[in-house]
């Protein structure tokens, strides 16, 4: 997961290695139990429809995932795995559809 750094720094002569390291340190380093841009508080009460689509990698771990299922009060899941066969694949394939078609927002009248 940290492999792009330095592509990015040789296209961003803004950014260096160390900010780069510092960013994955936050990322992915500093409390790696839960996901990075939210606390455990503002899962529980948010209340937007979210579709929770497990993996398990370092970054993406399966239980931050079903923690996120558990805590929000509109979390949808689809199966784990998803993505090695090709029937499971068409099928979450269809559950994201479904998703957000039943969640886009109301058309605003003109």
Known sequence: HDSW???LCA???DLTMATVDKY?????RVDPDFVYSVSRDFVRSCQTPM???PDDTPSHS?????EVVALAPKAEVTVYPWKEQKDVLAKTINQVRDFLLVHQPAKTAR
């Not at 994955?24 to 992915?28: R, T």
């Not at 399966?62 to 079903?66: D, K, L, Q, T």
């Open 5 to 7: 750094g330095p592509e």
């Open 11 to 13: 296209r961003r002569t």
């Open 24 to 28: 994955l340190h936050n990322l992915y």
């Open 51 to 53: 579709l929770v689509m």
């Open 62 to 66: 399966y239980e931050a995932a079903m």
